[in-house]
């Protein structure tokens, strides 16, 4: 697979020196280099690419800014001398953030990142279906954490975060449990109580208000009760 790219940087040097870097790398394909976002926007009109490397502080435009008016979005790499804008370029959906001077391991792990998503991106749609069933994304710690289902032991509000609780480890991501629930497998997850989502697998047994997994003991709210009960529980008692 090739990944075309094109570079927008308004200094000189910094477009030569990215270009180094892309020419060790056979599958990326140079398509244009811009010194501003206005120039890039015009030739985006019309051509398609798969990665921009993007800088952000150029006069005009400024990179964050030329990411927002972007209607068709390809990846992007931004590409800068500022590591305050970090956390506002996550927002934006960005591919990883490379702070100036670039070391090429860490630029070759950003572009690997970027064929990756194309490569998967290619496979047929049942193919994709089938394998984002095991799996979810969530943002923790300003990147992108690839969570398994089958790994996750519960999860517990707080305000506006959630606490992932998994074997051996924890993630907080910023979200509400309406939110992340609404975007679990139904059949996998259930919420329990105002605050505690439950894999259903790592229930071990159910008491009157508390549900326990191998380690822990969860709140079974009287206003969720019920409709746990009838979903997961008397589908499967086995009457005498």
Do not use: W
Not at 93 to 111: C, G, H, N, S, T
Not at 112 to 119: A, F, G, I, M, Q
Not at 191 to 215: E, H, L
């Amino acid at each position: 697979m090739t990944v075309n790219y094109i570079i927008v940087d308004d200094e000189p040097l910094a477009r030569d020196g990215m270009m180094l870097n892309c020419e060790q790398v056979p599958y990326l394909i140079h398509k244009g280099s811009f010194p501003n976002a206005i120039e890039a926007s015009s030739y985006l009109s019309s051509a398609e690419v798969d990665l921009i490397f993007l800088d952000i502080e150029m006069p005009g435009l400024n990179g964050l800014d030329f990411i927002r008016s972007l209607k068709n979005r390809p990846h992007i790499i931004l590409c800068t001398a500022y590591p305050q804008y970090a956390l506002e370029s996550y927002e934006l959906d960005v591919i990883d953030y490379l702070v100036k001077p670039i070391r090429f391991e860490r630029f070759f792990l950003a572009v690997n990142k970027v064929k990756d998503y194309l490569e998967l991106g290619s496979h047929k749609s049942s193919d994709i279906d089938s394998y984002k069933e095991t799996f979810m994304y969530i943002r923790s710690d300003r990147q992108y954490v690839k969570v398994f289902y089958d790994e996750v032991l519960y999860i517990k509000g707080m305000k506006d975060y959630v606490v992932i609780h998994c074997k051996g480890k924890k993630f907080m991501t910023s979200m509400n449990v309406k939110t992340i629930l609404e975007q679990l497998p139904a059949d996998r997850f259930a919420r329990i109580s105002k605050s505690y989502i439950i894999q259903i697998k790592a229930i071990v047994s159910i008491g009157t208000d508390t549900i326990y997994t191998t380690d822990n003991e969860l709140p079974l709210g009287p206003s969720y009760k019920d409709d746990f009960v009838d979903r997961f529980v008397k589908t499967n008692l086995i009457s005498r």
